[in-house]
């Protein structure tokens, strides 16, 4: 298993931008398939964004072309850069990861609020 450790999260004005961070111990970081997920309160957690070990990514419709999701496999760092920001971006984010059959890990969460 990995331990994921998130920061960056903060308030923030709507049309802001944000960096999350994730960092990773306790394995192999970069064989790694890492995401991020979101959940506000009253919804369910939902997945955001994605990072293959390959390096390829997947974002959810809502975050596609604000969203960036990266991995820097030497700082065992995965990482969210969010532009563009919305009210609707507001939720807890956390940090996920797993490989082959192994059972995921997740964060503890950083609370990210869009607001005026």
């Known amino acids: 298993q990995v331990q994921l450790v998130e920061s960056g999260g903060g308030l923030v004005q709507p049309g802001g931008s944000l960096r999350l961070s994730c960092a990773a111990s306790?394995?192999?970081?970069?064989?790694?398939?890492m995401a991020w997920h979101r959940q506000a309160p009253g919804k369910q957690r939902e997945l955001v964004a994605t990072i293959f070990s390959d390096s390829s990514t997947n974002y959810a419709d809502s975050v596609k072309g604000r969203f960036t999701i990266s991995r820097d496999n030497a700082k065992n760092t995965v990482f969210l850069q969010m532009t563009s920001l919305k009210p609707e971006d507001t939720a807890v984010y956390y940090c996920?990861?797993?490989?082959?059959?192994?059972?995921?890990?997740w964060g503890q969460g950083t609370q990210v609020t869009v607001s005026s």
């Open positions: 996920y990861g797993r490989r082959g059959i192994l059972a995921g890990s």
């Open positions: 306790g394995s192999i970081f970069s064989g790694y398939t």
